[in-house]
């Protein structure tokens, strides 16, 4: 079956713009995460949605971070006046339900690149 | 707060050696460990671990879990150029939600033929 998608794969974008990353959950997953991983860092979790519970938003690093997720599927993570320190790769996963933290899918990921 | 170490940061081998990836951590609750290989960008799961001195075995990959010294490692034996990849090692938060994962920086394999 189809895995998680996320799109687009690769954006460049100026520093102060705007941008928006999408994510498509496998089918069916209530859980839905989102990870930044950094040139040589390790994967930084992001936030965490559940169903309809209020998201976890704890990892978010500043304010111009904010994501959302429509009708309990796609999610879409959108960082105000981009800074080049926000230059990563930005990882979205899914799972069929909360605590298993194992079955957690990645999608392929979106490299974001800020000049 | 979490820490989750790996070493080596980089690791370059020949078709068909032996390699151990190491993992160490410090949680105030542990609950698991996981490993992951990450080609490309998506990392795919591996092994779960919660118990110590039992071994997980995939095929070529094993993985052991040492609870009172605070480490796994990842085994390779036989080595293909298709193992080449970036081995992450997690562990669940230990607080309340346990679905955050904290990541080490990974041991980036390179097999060479």
């Known amino acids: 079956g189809a895995g998680v998608s996320q799109s687009p794969s690769n954006k460049v974008t100026e520093k102060g713009k705007d941008v928006e990353l999408r994510c498509d959950p496998i089918s069916g997953h209530t859980a839905l995460y989102w990870y930044r991983q950094s040139l040589g860092q390790g994967l930084e979790f992001l936030i965490y949605f559940q169903g309809n519970s209020a998201p976890d938003k704890s990892g978010l690093p500043s304010d111009r971070f904010s994501a959302e997720r429509t009708g309990g599927s796609v999610s879409t993570l959108t960082i105000q006046r981009t800074q080049q320190e926000d230059s990563a790769v930005y990882l979205c996963?899914?799972?069929?339900?909360?605590?298993?933290?194992?079955?957690?899918?990645f999608g392929p990921g979106t490299r974001l690149t800020v000049t | 707060e979490d820490k989750v170490v790996q070493s080596p940061l980089s690791l370059v081998v020949h078709e068909g050696d032996t390699v151990t990836l190491n993992c160490s951590y410090e949680?105030?609750?542990?609950?698991?460990l996981l490993w992951y290989k990450q080609e490309k960008k998506a990392p795919t799961f591996l092994f779960m671990l919660t118990s110590s001195g039992i071994e997980k075995k995939s095929g070529r990959l094993s993985s052991i879990l040492d609870k009172k010294e605070l480490f796994s490692i990842l085994n390779i034996t036989a080595t293909q150029t298709g193992d080449s990849a970036v081995y992450l090692c997690?562990?669940?938060?230990?607080?309340?939600?346990?679905?955050?994962?904290?990541f080490g920086k990974g041991t980036l394999l390179t097999v060479n033929p």
């Open positions: 996963a899914s799972s069929p339900r909360q605590g298993l933290t194992y079955e957690q899918y």
């Open positions: 997690a562990v669940p938060n230990s607080g309340g939600s346990n679905y955050k994962l904290t």
């Open positions: 949680v105030t609750n542990f609950r698991s």
